[in-house]
């Protein structure tokens, strides 16, 4: 290659990494948004969300509720900007716990090996047979309804994922020239895996985390919509379009409201995760 094609391509390179950035700037400012509003839901509702008035109910989008109005007169932009607080909340919560326990089991599994390993990879496999939604409903519905039985149920099966992400990473990376070098400085197995290991096996880990956020998101609003999750009055996404899905022909605001809330934010965080694996991927 002559040196005009390879500042051609170095050039090329840094025109793409800019513009990566510049994509991961939008996104993760966009996520913060939708952690803000779930946060600071309260003070951005215009009306009370748990307010009821029958003599509103069903009325149509319009300058005064410009998500209308639900079966009890209730303020639907109002419920919507709440059931982000356990809707986007619960879900973060989720993934960190699941990243969190994934990953201490997967890098502890590869670092020791031996029978400790073969026995969490087994364990693994069992939680990873089950369709993972399926599974949930049963776990949930053992524990019965609520937002924190539903954030249990489904972290129960889907922590595997990160361990075996965790563990082929920590394998590839116990090998490394410089994990040899801090064994033979005397190195404690502890701080091998926090100096060395956690800080190379970061990205990966954190790509499939911010990836997952979408997935869980819909997860829980899935169990909610049955029954197995946020319970009423609860302002939730899942368990809003559950209450109105029998009304979606006549009045489809009630359903489409936090549908759209879903979407919305299902779209903004695989996007920002995809944004995130380019911008760490070193090719």
Sequence with gaps: MSSESRQVSVRQLKVKKCNTKCRLIVFATLAICLVAVAVFADRLCPYDPYAQ??????QAPSAAH???????????FSRVIVGA??????TLALVCIITLVGTAVGTISGFIGGKVDAIVMRVSDFFLAFPGLVFALAVAALLGGGVLNAIIALAV??????????????????????????????????QIIFRHILPNIFGPILVTAMLDIGTMTMELAGLSFLGLGAQPPIAEWGSMMSSGRSMLQTYPWVVLSPGIAIFISVVIFNLLGDTVRDYLDPK
Aim: hydrophobic letters at 40%; glycine letters at 6%; charged letters at 20%.
């Design 157 to 190: 099966i889907s922590w595997p994922k990160y361990a075996r992400v965790a563990r082929s990473q920590t394998l590839s990376v116990k090998v490394s020239s410089f994990v040899q070098a801090a064994v033979l400085a005397g190195d404690n197995p502890p």
């Design 53 to 58: 008035d029958l003599s509103l109910s069903y």
């Design 66 to 76: 410009i998500m209308g109005t639900d079966t009890y007169g209730r303020d639907m």
């Design 85 to 90: 607080r356990a809707s986007i909340l619960s």
